[in-house]
């Protein structure tokens, strides 16, 4: 597709379920990364994946959070166990990653999804 | 460690004044600096960037210089208009060897624009 494209893009679920997000970068665009926007505040880095491998991992909360990519496309965020806490807008973002002016290269957002839990 | 502090708003101008949302960071290596701007609905995308020291990144009216000395980078808009309406983010990556930096995003700062 054209842009990095989330779903869903709304999820209202229940405090203690699991629920799974989803992120299809830009074809092409071997570095991924989600993000996490509580309300008001600014945005927080969970991962990072260069390729099918996760080199940054440092912004994950907690052990209820993991992420996967496979064949260096799709990716998703499982939230286990989720807690009122975790209510945010959740970011996916993708860059081209490879080489030096990778450095520099913009990255690409979808428009998130929205998690609400009750 | 690696931050960035941004003005916070919300900022409310009429249309054509003059803009300035002012951003400073901290680094440990070497920076190259962003704004991004979020319109209602919409997702993230960059507005302007800098890669070293003195450059000036502009775009559809906005600049930002990168100043190492003030360890700055605010972004500026001469006039305004109701369409600039929307959360505009400093951000900030710093290249360590071959390791691709991840972004360090300020708080955002929401600017209205009345006509």
């Known amino acids: 597709g054209a842009g990095v494209s989330q779903s869903p893009s709304n999820k209202v679920t229940e405090k203690g379920k699991d629920v799974e997000l989803r992120c299809d970068p830009i074809?092409?665009?071997?570095?991924l990364y989600w993000y996490r926007q509580r309300l008001g505040q600014g945005l927080e880095f969970l991962i990072y994946?260069?390729?099918?491998?996760?080199?940054?991992k440092s912004g994950l909360p907690s052990d209820r959070f993991s992420a996967e990519r496979t064949g260096e496309s799709v990716s998703t965020l499982t939230i286990q166990r989720t807690q009122q806490e975790d209510s945010a807008v959740y970011l996916c973002a993708s860059s081209l990653g490879v080489g030096v002016s990778s450095y520099n290269s913009p990255l690409h957002f979808g428009n998130g999804t929205r998690l609400t839990v009750t | 460690g690696d931050s960035v502090t941004q003005m916070e708003g919300p900022v409310t101008l009429s249309e054509e004044a003059f803009l300035t949302i002012n951003c400073t960071y901290t680094a440990t290596g070497y920076p190259s600096l962003f704004w991004y701007v979020q319109y209602p609905g919409e997702g993230l995308q960059l507005l302007l960037k800098?890669?070293?020291?003195?450059d000036k990144g502009s775009n559809k009216g906005f600049e930002a210089t990168y100043r190492k000395e003030t360890t700055s980078f605010h972004l500026e808009k001469g006039s305004v208009q109701v369409s600039d309406s929307a959360v505009y983010f400093c951000a900030l990556s710093v290249r360590r060897g071959s390791t691709l930096g991840r972004l360090y995003f300020g708080r955002g700062t929401q600017l209205t624009v009345w006509p």
């Open positions: 800098a890669t070293k020291a003195d």
């Open positions: 074809s092409g665009h071997t570095a």
């Open positions: 994946f260069q390729g099918n491998s996760a080199p940054d």
